[in-house]
């Protein structure tokens, strides 16, 4: 059964950085891609970015590029998000997902199999 593991929320003022986690409980699952979402007070989970396992290209949201950074490490089975230059508008549960096949849109929910059971960030003004 794999799992996603994330780890890193917490409370950080405007201008902050943080630094998100999500580990693959499986070694031997190799994702294709992994990806972050978001969701605000009254929100919809929306897309952040998302990383390709084996070439590690990156895609961000507008709202967030040149602020958040995606990386991973194959050796820990481990994403990272790298947030930056943070808002309150960055306020959000985080969620990480992995999908072990390509997809035609991966700024999208339904295509992932994996999910993480969210971190809390919240900034403070």
């Known amino acids: 059964q794999v799992q996603l593991v994330e780890s890193g929320g917490g409370l950080v003022q405007a201008g902050g950085s943080l630094r998100l986690s999500c580990a693959v409980s499986?070694?031997?699952?190799?994702?294709?891609?992994m990806a972050w979402f978001r969701q605000g007070p009254g929100k919809e989970r929306s897309f952040v970015g998302y990383i390709t396992w084996s070439d590690g290209n990156t895609y961000y949201v507008d709202s967030v590029k040149g602020r958040f950074s995606i990386s991973r490490d194959n050796a820990k089975n481990t994403v990272y998000l790298q947030m930056s230059s943070l808002k309150p508008e960055d306020t959000a549960v985080y969620y990480c997902a992995a999908t072990p096949i390509g997809l035609f849109r991966y700024d999208k929910l339904a295509g992932y199999h994996y999910w993480g059971q969210g971190t809390q960030v919240t900034v403070s003004s």
């Open positions: 499986v070694r031997t699952f190799r994702p294709y891609a």
